[in-house]
């Protein structure tokens, strides 16, 4: 605050007032005007002028906000803005710190795109879980459109060229204009009713948003919600974007490309199946090839059935002899083993009078050991006894001395832990005394 007329003021204190009154004056409000000199910042901040035919304004839109934006305004553009008048202190200069930001007269409807996009993701609808697979080769196709429409040609065009074996549907309906929203979700509720096609294409050519806003209509987003069927959304132009292309289970970027997401390439399809074709040719070539000299080789090792009834008969004299051996060895071994372990138990065999005599001795040398381990711990027993009567207290009150307990009753034992007038109990051999303090020596 200006005090007089003759304050002096620093330009920092001049810009903040200057800063203050602007922003106390002038309220949070739109401005629309034309993008020039739009610079990005690397900080993420966007720095631009504002200008109509007769003024400009610089205009700052930072990081935390801009963020939130799904498009880049370009130079040239025509933009609306919701911002705070302000001033930047460190060169005085005046500009908008911009809040938000819309194409110049469609903030309306996209304002009402943004709330009806969040309200529709909030319950679901644009799930991921929640989209279809396409038939991969789908015998009957449905397509909700305007039969007057180009988008129509250029998709049954597309259709007749990639695959002309599908039957095709037309749901005929408004594409835009009052109504078109109404009379589009009828005609996908006629095809869920109906159930006479495999996919369903929703589409329409390009134009401006308000051509396609029939498309970002609520009613028309739950119709194909509810459609039992697997839905293709092709409207406008590769960069529009309408509720309807986050609610179908498929978005293409224009009615062409939604007819071929649709529907198999009937040329791929006969390249893959000619491929298949030579592969299996191949194979089973292979595969002969592989049986005719199986076939050989098994004829080679065929042989009359005499001779192998003979080699048979050879092979079994043989192993009938080997079985022999092998007896005879097996026999022979299982003798000279139990010989050796008859000698071997014969020297094994204990001398019980010796082992009498043995143990005889050791039960003696037990009990003279026996004997001496207790008059040994008797011995020792005594003379812990003595030990132990020499050093009961009561023992050593025997002999003339006391115990001196304080009036807490804790065993005296320095001259300094007591005080004139402290009442202490002294106990003697037999009974004590309780007496009072009346001279301490150090």
């Not at 060229?161 to 005929?172: D, E, G, I, M, Q």
């Not at 008059?375 to 001395?401: F, K, Q, T």
Request: glycine share 6%; aromatic share 4%; proline share 4%.
């Amino acid at each position: 605050m200006i005090q007089a007329a003759s304050d002096v003021l620093t330009v920092t204190q001049l810009n903040r007032l200057a800063r203050k009154a602007i922003e106390g004056q002038i309220p949070l409000c739109w401005v629309s005007g034309e993008v020039s000199n739009f610079t990005r910042a690397p900080s993420g901040h966007w720095y631009f002028t504002l200008k109509d035919a007769q003024a400009s304004v610089r205009c700052a839109m930072f990081k935390n906000r801009n963020q939130f934006l799904d498009w880049l305004p370009r130079e040239g553009d025509h933009i609306e803005v919701r911002a705070v008048a302000t001033l930047y202190e460190a060169r005085g200069e005046f500009q908008l710190s911009i809040e938000t930001l819309r194409r110049a007269g469609l903030g309306a409807l996209f304002e009402a795109f943004s709330r009806l996009k969040e309200k529709l993701e909030a319950e679901g609808l644009f799930d991921p879980d929640r989209k279809r697979e396409l038939p991969r080769m789908p015998q009957t196709i449905g397509i909700v459109t305007s039969a007057k429409a180009a988008a129509l040609r250029d998709v049954l065009a597309t259709l007749r060229r990639r695959w002309p074996a599908a039957s095709v549907v037309l749901y005929p309906t408004l594409v835009q204009g009052a109504g078109a929203a109404e009379q589009i979700a009828a005609a996908i509720d006629k095809a869920s009713e109906r159930a006479e096609c495999e996919v369903l294409l929703i589409v329409r050519g390009g134009g401006s948003i308000e051509d396609l806003w029939a498309f970002n209509e609520e009613i028309v987003a739950r119709a194909i919600a509810a459609c039992p069927i697997p839905t293709v959304s092709g409207v406008g132009h590769e960069t529009d974007f309408t509720i309807a292309d986050f609610v179908a289970d498929q978005r293409a970027p224009t009615p062409t490309g939604a007819a071929q997401l649709a529907t198999p390439d009937r040329v791929e399809l006969a390249q893959q199946l000619d491929h298949l074709t030579r592969r299996l040719q191949f194979g089973q070539r292979r595969r002969l090839d592989n049986l005719a000299q199986r076939v050989d080789g098994l004829s080679r090792r065929l042989t009359h059935p005499a001779a192998q009834l003979a080699n048979r008969r050879r092979q079994l004299d043989h192993l009938g002899h080997r079985l022999r051996h092998t007896l005879d060895s097996q026999l022979q071994q299982a003798h000279r083993r139990r010989d050796q372990l008859h000698a071997r138990l014969r020297g094994l065999r204990p001398d019980l009078g010796s082992l009498a005599q043995s143990l005889m001795y050791l039960r003696q040398r037990q009990q003279r050991s026996q004997a001496n381990r207790l008059a040994s711990l008797a011995a020792r027993l005594d003379a812990l006894g003595s030990h132990l009567h020499h050093l009961n207290p009561r023992a050593v009150l025997e002999r003339g001395y006391s115990i001196v307990r304080d009036e807490q009753g804790r065993i005296v034992r320095d001259s300094k832990d007591l005080k004139m007038g402290s009442e202490i109990e002294v106990t003697l051999a037999q009974g004590g005394v309780g007496a009072l303090v009346n001279r301490i020596k150090a």
